[in-house]
């Protein structure tokens, strides 16, 4: 065997070598995050006053990739601008429900593949100039989204899900509770 062929063997191995190693690795795959906001609870009324509503529902999610992940920052979104509804001011913000916390920081957290949690969503409405039944009585559909940042192997990214909020369904939690009570 002559040198050149000798080379051209290396070359193949060297070549054959990465190409196993590449496929090692795209079989590994990554974390792949997914937020079941068609799987959420309905909207709960957890308080009331005379200008202050606070409701809360639960949202799935699950690290459906290969890989575990960490999601390191969580967060809600809500989109309520004035011009679409100014009654009510709204706050929303989210917790693991393993983990709850009212303070609005989101603990990282690491999700093994596979497996998922579940987030506990609140959103607090304070009417603006009447009491806070009138105000939702006008209320409209929304959107809110969870906002959530990744490190997996790749490098890390932020995504988020949207999740509609519709107004007909705040208002049935708000008879459904009001009228028990």
Not at 28 to 42: C, K, M, Y
Not at 155 to 163: D, G, H, L, P, V
């Amino acid at each position: 065997m002559g040198i050149v062929e000798l080379v051209v063997s290396i070359i193949i191995v060297l070549v054959a070598v990465a190409l196993v190693i590449w496929l090692y690795f795209i079989r590994q795959g990554d974390a792949e995050f997914e937020f079941l906001v068609d799987q959420r609870t309905g909207l709960k009324l957890d308080s009331i006053n005379s200008n202050v509503a606070v409701f809360s529902c639960k949202v799935p999610f699950v690290n459906k990739g290969m890989q575990d992940g960490t999601i390191m920052d969580c967060y809600t979104r809500h989109l309520l601008p004035r011009e679409q509804y100014d009654g009510v001011e709204l706050a929303s913000w989210l917790a693991v429900e393993t983990r709850p916390r009212n303070d609005g920081y989101f603990e990282a957290l690491i999700v093994p593949k596979t497996t998922g949690e579940t987030l506990d969503i609140t959103l607090k409405f304070t009417a603006k100039d009447n009491d806070i039944k009138v105000a939702l009585a006008d209320m409209v559909d929304f959107s809110l989204d969870i906002v959530y940042q990744v490190v997996a192997r790749r490098e890390w990214y932020i995504a988020k899900q949207r999740m509609i909020v519709v107004a007909d369904e705040l208002i049935q939690a708000l008879n459904a509770e009001t009228t028990r009570a």
